[in-house]
Structure formats: structure tokens, C-alpha cells
């Protein structure tokens, strides 16, 4: 079974400053796909970025990039240069090819707060 | 805007009635999955059809069922309504079923289900 965690508890960053949100996977596939969303209180869930577990090298997407370190099963999303409409809910979540279930499992999110 | 369209936005109902959510995925995509979000569970998968065929199911009650009919749009039918059924229910889309790399999943803006 595959399980996405998210420990921290809300985050708060300064406006133009980056911030760091955690991921932690667990899958004993070795073929998988790791994604970040973003759900602002309009509840609507925005693609952010995705790491394919066989990717040499760290996703990025403007100012989102992931930290993608495999070994340690981490997927961190680092926002550079946050702006107040990145306020929200971020959620990781993972997506393994087994047969035919490739769902997504989420993580439970972390609420970011970015300060004027 | 992500191209997946779910309709209605919003929805009052009472207990015991039943109501289908309609979810038009992007143009191209063949899958199809539905989520519930809720605060106490947060984002869970119900379903997931692939071209027309059920291809993994999650933690869907019996009282909801799903199809995707030929144009490869999907309806979620929810019966029997209880205050628990309350919820966030996100449609969302991708291009195949089997092949991850890249093949992000798209979702639709939600429909607000409250069940009075």
C-alpha cells in the first residue's frame, strides 16, 4: 500500500521569502509518480508540479521546484518568492502503476499562511 | 482552468434524497476518477473508470455508484443521502490509465454537496 505523509503543522512565510513544505512517501513499487496541489479556499485543486520516481533530475515549475530525494523517500515543495495568492492548502500525492489502479493517494496537506 | 468541468457547483439536499454530479473530463482523456473530500477524511478516492469501463474502485458506499457513458463524460450517483455524505467531490481526468510518466491528473473545480 502506498501512503503519502504530512506532518507539519501550519506554515507561516514572509511575502517574497521561500518556503519548504514536506512530503514523505512509502511504496515498495519502484515505478512512481509523486505530485503537489494546491487547493486555495475556493476549494478548487491546482496541478502544481510532478517527479517521476526514474527522473534524474529535481522537478521545477516557475517559482515551485521539488526536492525529490529518493532515498529518503522525501518530496519537498520549495515555493520561492511567495505571494499572498499562494495562501492555502498544499496537499502531496502519490501515483503508482500497478495493474490497472493508478489513483492518486494525498497526503493529509499543510495549510501555508504567506504575511504581507 | 484545468478543462475538466463538473457540474453543479453547489447542491442543498435533504436526507434520504439522491443526486448525481455530471464531470466532463479534458479533451483527450480517457480516465476518469472521483474524490470526496471531507474534513474529518479527507481527499478519498471513490472510483475510477478507464474508456467507458470501471478500472479500480476505493472507498465508495454502496448507495453511490458511478458510470462514463460513450462521450466519456462520468456521473456519480449518490443515494439515500445521509449528514455525513457532505462533502467536496472532485471529478478529475487524465490521459491513460497505465502510463504515469508525465500524465498528470487534471481535476475539476468540485461540487458542494450539503445534505440537510
Known amino acids: 500500500a502506498q501512503k503519502i505523509t504530512q506532518t507539519q503543522p501550519g506554515m507561516f512565510v514572509q511575502e517574497k521569502e521561500a518556503v519548504t513544505l514536506d512530503c514523505t512517501y512509502d511504496t515498495s513499487d519502484p515505478s512512481y509518480g509523486l505530485f503537489w496541489y494546491k487547493q486555495p479556499s475556493s476549494g478548487e485543486m491546482i496541478f502544481l508540479i510532478y517527479?517521476?520516481?526514474?527522473?534524474?533530475q529535481n522537478a521545477t515549475e516557475g517559482r515551485y521546484s521539488l526536492n525529490f530525494q529518493k532515498a529518503r523517500k522525501s518530496a519537498n515543495l520549495v515555493i520561492s518568492a511567495s505571494q499572498l495568492g499562494d495562501s492555502a492548502m498544499y496537499f502531496c500525492a502519490m501515483r503508482v502503476i500497478a495493474g490497472a489502479n493508478s489513483k492518486l493517494t494525498f497526503g493529509k496537506g499543510i495549510t501555508l499562511s504567506v504575511r504581507p | 482552468d484545468s478543462g475538466v468541468t463538473q457540474t453543479p457547483k453547489h447542491l442543498i439536499t435533504a436526507t434520504g434524497q439522491r443526486v448525481t454530479l455530471r464531470c466532463s473530463p479534458r479533451?483527450?482523456?480517457?480516465?476518469v476518477y472521483w474524490y470526496q473530500q471531507s474534513l474529518d477524511q479527507g481527499l478519498q478516492f471513490l472510483i475510477q473508470?478507464?474508456?467507458?469501463?470501471?478500472?479500480a474502485k476505493g472507498n465508495i458506499l454502496e448507495r453511490f455508484s458511478a458510470q462514463q457513458f460513450p462521450d466519456l463524460h462520468s456521473e456519480l450517483n449518490l443515494s439515500s443521502l445521509e449528514l455525513g455524505d457532505s462533502a467536496l467531490y472532485f471529478c478529475?481526468?487524465?490521459?491513460?490509465?497505465?502510463?504515469?510518466?508525465?500524465?498528470?491528473?487534471?481535476f475539476g473545480e468540485g461540487s458542494w454537496l450539503t445534505v440537510v
Open positions: 517527479q517521476g520516481s526514474y527522473d534524474q
Open positions: 478529475a481526468s487524465s490521459v491513460a490509465s497505465d502510463s504515469f510518466s508525465g500524465n498528470t491528473i487534471y
Open positions: 473508470y478507464y474508456n467507458g469501463e470501471e478500472r
Open positions: 479533451s483527450g482523456d480517457l480516465s
